[in-house]
């Protein structure tokens, strides 16, 4: 709810505006729909802005204009559009009590009694709208456009001053208008501003030539001279000599303590304080913006005096013209008010809402805001760092300014630790918190060469960040590995090429769609028929591939209706029907070295032991061709032609399983196949001789 405002000072300034305030005229060239834009901007700033009005509903659908406090101190009116209205807000309960709308714009208005009551309107179509409690009363039309409002509670005179150099008196006892009153100051194009002193009650009129003319109102009906005349140009020539000359007055004000100080703001930013019994001014003031002071307030303080232009508030010393503060709002300001003796300020600007500032060195909180002192004091007291900051040396500017945070270690390597105890150091914590000159000056002086390694170091940062950039995009990005939907992942990983590959990948990172790859209840399946209505591409490109895998599913199936047995001659038979037919392969040689027996398809050559223990040999045909397979299922194909197909499916098998191997067991393979050939060699001759001496035997 409180922070630094923006501007140059030496006091310190807080904003309790509550939310941010966007301005209106960055869209006045834009058009209609960056101003819908803006007020979407705006409204996502204001939900999530966590802070608190000082006044609840202190705004207006468009801008404000002017804000006034009631003599009591306890109301605020303010006005402002579009539509035009004005706004009476209760400090008691902070809140709004009442608005009202009319049917132009409101140029001024003044309040009537102590509270809120009874009122008076000024509006752009001359008109004079005199409120009551119940609303509008009645209505008057004035000769001119008027420009400002003034009530003299003596003889309950309303004065509406504006184009020409009359003033209209409308005496709202009688109810009627009596005689104007003819200014000087307006002769050559009417008068901008009037005022009253709280004291005297003098009356004084401002206008276009820069004349100021100060009434007395009790010789008002006898004289139509007034009791004095100020030159303010004169005034400013002898102060500035080379100050523009051709001005207007746009602001005065009467100190409410002594009567006879009065503040006058000219077109060109200048600000002349005068005493009325002298000619000349006691000081003149540059806002140095250039701009016309269309806001003074002179404190209760006696010591400073508040302006505003359209740019900046200022406050300065009255006695020297030494500036204070200087506050610079986000928007042109139309209008300043003083709530009461305190250090709060209002300021009617070019956004929706009023800001409000609280500068304690002006005075103290009023009673109804009276927590603003609280939280200033937490401010200062430093409740408002977190440790990290501390640690990290943060410039924490809501409670010291231009100071670091040193450890108590880190205080004695800088060689400060003499002045422990000093007003140099403020403690806080574990260490203290210096002054940020000072802490420079200690590193300068305990490391002279740090300038020279922290150079070098950035240096070596940036090569190593180019380094890494460089090897960064050499490297090639893998897809992440997810719990659900991994195929999703992997599809949008293979598109990073296409146009719209960035926003593909942003998925995987977005928070709103993480569950989707976290949660079962998000898997996508693709057997769903509502999946395969929408990606009719992908239903098809997968329907194929379970194609190929029945296919293959087949081939085996096919293969494994022949069931081989060992019809105890060297045949194998089908199991179903006993006819046999059967094929050489090269790959089912099988090598048997115990002492019993030995097979050898190659040779054809059969060695058997009997029960007496006589080996005997036995002779396979040597012919290459088909041996007996039972084929249950071929029907009436003749048997050469039922061979030849189911040597191209064992072909075709054959083939499919040697491509889903991989190059180097298919090497260690043929490697061991060469080595058992040569065993089998050097088998055969040995066992060659053995059989032509048993045949010899026999015979």
């Not at 002349?272 to 404190?299: C, E, K, T, Y």
């Not at 293979?494 to 926003?503: I, L, P, T, V, Y």
């Not at 064992?650 to 067991?665: A, P, W």
Request: charged share 30%; aromatic share 8%.
């Amino acid at each position: 709810m409180v922070r630094r405002a923006p501007g140059a000072y030496d006091a310190k300034v807080y904003d309790v505006s509550g939310r941010r305030a966007v301005s209106l005229q960055a869209n006045l060239s834009i058009g209609a729909r960056a101003t819908a834009a803006q007020k979407r901007a705006r409204r996502k700033l204001e939900l999530q802005d966590t802070n608190t009005d000082l006044i609840q509903d202190f705004a207006f659908p468009t801008v404000s204009q002017r804000i006034k406090v009631s003599p009591d101190g306890q109301y605020v009116f303010a006005s402002g559009t579009y539509p035009p209205q004005i706004h009476v807000y209760d400090t008691e309960d902070l809140s709004l009590k009442f608005k009202r709308h009319v049917n132009t714009d409101i140029v001024d208005f003044q309040i009537l009694e102590s509270d809120w009551r009874k009122f008076a309107l000024l509006t752009a179509d001359r008109y004079v709208d005199l409120h009551s409690p119940f609303g509008s009363h009645y209505k008057t039309r004035v000769p001119r456009f008027g420009r400002d409002l003034m009530l003299h509670k003596g003889t309950c005179d309303l004065f509406v001053c504006g184009d020409g150099a009359d003033v209209w008196r409308l005496n709202l006892e009688q109810g009627r208008f009596l005689a104007p009153i003819t200014t000087v100051s307006g002769e050559t194009g009417g008068n901008n501003v009037c005022g009253i002193s709280p004291v005297n009650s003098l009356l004084a009129f401002g206008g276009e030539t820069a004349i100021l003319d100060v009434w007395d109102p009790r010789a008002i009906g006898n004289t139509q001279k007034p009791a004095g005349t100020l030159d303010v140009s004169a005034a400013l020539r002898e102060h500035e000599p080379y100050a523009n000359g051709d001005m207007q007055i746009t602001s005065l004000r009467f100190d409410e303590s002594d009567g006879v100080t009065l503040a006058v703001g000219c077109s060109t930013g200048y600000t002349l304080l005068f005493d009325l019994r002298s000619p000349r001014a006691m000081l003149a003031r540059d806002q140095g913006n250039g701009l016309p002071v269309h806001s003074i307030r002179l404190h209760d303080d006696a010591k400073h005096c508040l302006t505003a232009d359209a740019r900046s508030v200022k406050v300065w010393n009255r006695r020297d013209g030494m500036n204070m503060v200087a506050i610079e709002p986000d928007a042109d300001v139309n209008h300043l008010c003083v709530i009461g003796s305190s250090g709060v300020l209002c300021t009617a600007v070019e956004t929706q809402r009023v800001k409000t500032y609280y500068i304690p060195a002006l005075g103290t909180a009023p009673k109804w805001c009276a927590f603003l002192d609280t939280f200033t004091e937490e401010l200062e007291d430093g409740k408002r760092i977190t440790d990290s900051d501390a640690l990290d040396g943060a410039d924490v500017e809501e409670v010291y300014e231009n100071y670091k945070f040193v450890a108590h270690d880190e205080l004695e390597g800088l060689g400060l630790g003499h002045l422990i105890g000093t007003e140099l150091l403020k403690p806080y914590m574990h260490g203290y918190f210096v002054h940020q000159k000072l802490h420079r000056r200690a590193v300068e002086v305990s490391e002279p060469f740090a300038y020279e390694r922290y150079r070098k170091e950035k240096a070596r940062e940036k090569v190593e960040a180019e380094r890494e950039n460089r090897i960064g995009k050499s490297k090639a990005r893998r897809p992440k590995k997810v719990d659900v939907n991994q195929k999703v992942v992997e599809s949008l990983w293979s598109e990073r090429n296409g146009a719209k590959a960035e926003r593909r990948i942003s998925v995987l990172e977005d928070d709103r769609f993480k569950a989707m790859f976290t949660n079962k209840d998000y898997a996508v399946d693709e057997d769903a028929e509502r999946f395969q209505f929408l990606n009719p591409a992908a239903a098809a490109r997968r329907d194929s591939v379970s194609k190929q895998d029945d296919d293959s599913d087949s081939d085996e199936e096919y293969l494994q209706q022949f069931e081989l047995v060992d019809d105890g001659h060297g045949n194998e038979k089908n199991a179903k029907n006993g006819r046999a037919l059967t094929f050489d392969d090269d790959e089912s040689d099988v090598d048997d070295d115990d002492d019993d027996g030995v097979a050898d398809e190659d040779e054809g050559v059969t060695n058997d032991t009997n029960a007496n223990g006589i080996r005997s040999t036995k002779r396979k045909r040597s012919d290459s061709g088909p041996k007996m397979y039972e084929i249950g299922t071929v029907g009436e194909v003749t048997g050469r032609k039922a061979v030849a197909e189911l040597r191209g499916v064992n072909r075709g098998v054959t083939k499919k399983i040697r491509e889903e191997i991989s190059l180097g067991t298919r090497i260690s393979r043929l490697r061991e196949k060469e080595k058992q050939n040569e065993e089998k060699s050097e088998r055969r001759g040995s066992r060659g001789g053995r059989t032509h001496r048993s045949r010899k035997s026999k015979r």
